[in-house]
């Protein structure tokens, strides 16, 4: 009976050590995102993961933002960028799943507000693959 249990804790160990290991998505990430008139813009994601913090950052054609509340948890990531746009400052929310060498990210805006007269942007969802 010992053994067995002593084995299952080794399985398990073993099982978490692969789920940390997959869950490694440092490095460049590259994604198109999907504008409002169907055009798509180039955004390069930038990441460094310690344990499950994520830092890093998000680079477009409007400029780079810092990652903040960065977390990597098994195969979900999750984060926030501040935006800069019309006078104001928007809030960016992130949350992927991880698969492999692609993120499925959804992307929405915290608390709303009217995005410089435009109205908030509805989530949308998109893949970054990493770069290679």
């Not at 440092?26 to 930038?46: C, L």
């Not at 098994?74 to 809030?91: L, P």
Request: hydrophobic share 40%.
């Amino acid at each position: 009976m010992q053994k067995r249990t002593v084995w299952l804790m080794v399985f398990a160990l073993l099982v978490t050590a692969a789920a940390a290991l997959a869950a490694d998505i440092s490095g460049k990430w590259v994604a198109q995102i999907p504008g409002r008139q169907g055009t798509t813009t180039e955004t390069t994601f930038n990441f460094k993961v310690e344990g499950g913090k994520l830092t890093g950052t998000v680079a477009s054609p409007r400029g780079e933002q810092q990652i903040s509340d960065g977390k990597v948890s098994g195969d979900e990531v999750s984060f926030v960028t501040v935006v800069s746009f019309g006078g104001g400052e928007f809030k960016w929310v992130y949350k992927g799943k991880i698969a492999g060498d692609e993120i499925k990210f959804t992307r929405s805006i915290e608390g709303g507000g009217d995005f410089g007269g435009r109205g908030a942007p509805q989530p949308m969802e998109f893949v970054a693959k990493r770069a290679k």
